[in-house]
């Protein structure tokens, strides 16, 4: 095995539906405001993927994006992983139909289910692959059509979610540079707070279960705010401890887009400005493990995030679940 190789992104992509939904949209369909939505989470309008579009499409645009921004071809990738909570079929994995698709035909694929913290254990399961020497090049997706596993009666998870993919190739960068520390975890005990209960082993989708719309999100939003409001700030501040670093030494955090709210708790936990946090979640809503990776290649392309720049990526989901890394930009 091979110890001294440093592993990082070396392209970054997303996509997105084309059909906008706004919060005035949404005070048509269920008794809510544009101005409580905007007030209470920050959101302004999400992405909704058309009739007959899957999760694998999204994945598969944002990865043949993330895959042509390199000098590499479908056949250099080795591993093809995939987090999501919204995969196409239970079975197989969305990463294999996506490995086919983008023609990855030398890749092992799997999809890895840790919810909204999804896309960071992903990362991190790469760094591990790529600094073993086990593979080389990863491309790491995140992708989730929430809107296909919403409720659109209950008003008080209905306005949060949105679709859309997310990518990054990770392979070998040069020393210095790439993934510094991880900080990963979960809490079991929190799993009845946010989930879908009914489609798995435990309780398949009986015609009761689906009247009782059992087979959508069910969230207990004020104790998954506490969690989150604490989780989000304590994994930034370990993962930097882990690194060496401290709060100055950050260029940019890109949080999990769940709520501003949540934000402004870890922008005032670090004590860094706001300016320091990259929110584009007014636009997109909650894209589960899509929204980091969408985020950050806003950021990318909108310059706020340029090689040699530390760069902080968090978040917290399902699970309950968070996550954390640290990073030094590559390209």
């Known amino acids: 095995m091979c110890n001294n190789i440093s592993a990082g992104i070396i392209s970054i992509s997303s996509a997105v539906p084309e059909h906008v939904l706004t919060n005035f949209d949404m005070e048509k369909m269920v008794d809510t405001t544009d101005e409580w939505i905007r007030s209470m989470t920050g959101i302004e309008e999400r992405r909704i993927a058309a009739e007959g579009e899957a999760t694998s499409d999204y994945a598969i645009k944002a990865g043949k994006?993330?895959?042509?921004?390199?000098?590499?071809?479908?056949?250099?990738?080795?591993?093809?992983?995939?987090?999501?909570?919204?995969?196409?079929?239970?079975?197989?994995?969305?990463?294999?139909?996506?490995?086919?698709?983008?023609?990855?035909?030398?890749?092992?694929?799997?999809?890895?289910?840790?919810?909204?913290?999804?896309?960071?254990?992903?990362?991190?399961?790469?760094?591990?692959y790529v600094t073993s020497g086990i593979y080389k090049r990863v491309l790491v997706i995140g992708a989730d059509l929430l809107t296909r596993l919403t409720n659109w009666e209950d008003r008080s998870t209905c306005i949060l979610f949105g679709d859309g993919a997310g990518a990054a190739v990770v392979a070998e960068v040069e020393e210095g540079c790439g993934f510094m520390a991880f900080e990963l975890g979960s809490d079991g005990s929190g799993a009845r707070f946010l989930k879908i209960p009914a489609g798995g082993s435990l309780k398949p989708c009986t015609p009761e279960a689906l009247a009782a719309h059992e087979d959508k999100i069910y969230m207990e939003g004020r104790e998954v705010f506490k969690f989150a409001v604490k989780v989000q700030g304590t994994a930034c501040e370990k993962v930097l401890a882990k690194s060496g670093m401290t709060p100055n030494q950050v260029d940019l955090v890109v949080p999990h887009q769940a709520n501003i709210r949540i934000i402004e708790s870890s922008v005032k936990r670090l004590g860094l400005p706001m300016d320091k946090f990259y929110v584009n979640l007014q636009k997109y809503g909650n894209t589960s493990a899509a929204s980091i990776p969408i985020a950050m290649d806003e950021a990318v392309q909108d310059g706020k995030i340029k090689k040699g720049d530390i760069i902080v990526a968090v978040g917290f989901g399902a699970g309950l679940t968070w996550a954390a890394g640290i990073m030094k930009w590559a390209f």
């Open 65 to 128: 994006i993330a895959i042509e921004r390199t000098n590499l071809s479908p056949e250099d990738i080795d591993l093809v992983i995939v987090a999501t909570i919204s995969g196409d079929m239970p079975f197989p994995a969305t990463a294999s139909i996506v490995q086919d698709a983008l023609g990855c035909k030398n890749a092992a694929a799997f999809d890895l289910a840790a919810g909204c913290s999804g896309w960071v254990y992903a990362l991190s399961t790469a760094n591990a």
